[in-house]
T-cell receptor, first 113, second 113 residues
Framework: EADIYQTPRYLVIGTGKKITLECSQT?????MYWYQQDPGMELHLIHY???????EKGDLSSESTVSRIRTEHFPLTLESARPSHTSQYLC????????????FGQGTRLTVV | AQSVTQLDSQVPVFEEAPVELRCNYS??????LFWYVQYPNQGLQLLLK??????LVKGINGFEAEFNKSQTSFHLRKPSVHISDTAEYFC???????????FGAGTRLAVHP
């Protein structure tokens, strides 16, 4: 059973608001990822982290930012939400020593109105 | 550069029939290969993975996949599907020594009674 948690599961928010999507894992994994997924579409990597204080942009450009101050926590922030940010955001983690699969959270479905 | 191509965006099938979901990859290095399943409004769950060794890998829920290096394929199969198998299936690859997991566009499996 994977232990990676995302909150909130669903969020409806007005344009211009600042939001933070939370992601935490209890597996001690060093790598963490954020993917963006539009309904019925593929996953696009928007941010990843190799460890504490290490973050990089993914393949899909995103106006969001991330931080990795603690191993277990990888929050994603949008300073000013827009309707174009409406999407599902999936957080994942993996262990570079074991070099196996990524474990995913349940996702946050964000709607900006 | 790596890429993953899922050849069918949708696969309709009747209950108890066999199914094959096709996946091809391209990579300049050896790869690890994965199949994930996503149920509506959920995160991704690992079905199976190929890391090395036997080219036929068995996963959860009766699924299996075969790694074919010469054809750069990793097709997913199940001999008899159930209504509960209706979901989105994603093929993914990661090059050995690389950190990023690359996903295909997904295949929607619809099982009909």
């Amino acid at each position: 059973e994977a232990d990676i948690y995302q909150t909130p599961r669903y969020l409806v928010i007005g344009t211009g608001k600042k939001i933070t999507l939370e992601c935490s894992q209890t597996m001690g994994h060093d790598k963490m990822y954020w993917y963006q997924q539009d309904p019925g579409m593929e996953l696009h990597l928007i941010h990843y982290s190799y460890g504490v204080n290490s973050t990089e942009k993914g393949d899909l450009s995103s106006e969001s930012t991330v931080s990795r101050i603690r191993t277990e926590h990888f929050p994603l922030t949008l300073e000013s939400a827009r309707p174009s940010h409406t999407s599902q955001y999936l957080c994942a983690s993996s262990d570079s020593f074991m070099n196996t699969e990524a474990f995913f959270g349940q996702g946050t479905r964000l709607t900006v109105v | 550069a790596q890429s993953v191509t899922q050849l069918d965006s949708q696969v309709p099938v009747f209950e108890e029939a066999p199914v094959e979901l096709r996946c091809n990859y391209s990579s300049s290095v050896s790869v690890y290969l994965f199949w994930y399943v996503q149920y509506p409004n959920q995160g991704l769950q690992l079905l199976l993975k190929y890391l090395s060794g036997s080219t036929l890998v068995k996963g959860i829920n009766g699924f299996e996949a075969e790694f074919n290096k010469s054809q750069t394929s990793f097709h997913l199969r199940k001999p008899s599907v159930h209504i509960s198998d209706t979901a989105e299936y994603f093929c993914a690859a990661r090059g050995r020594g690389y950190n990023k997991l690359i996903f295909g566009a997904g295949t929607r499996l619809a099982v009909h009674p």
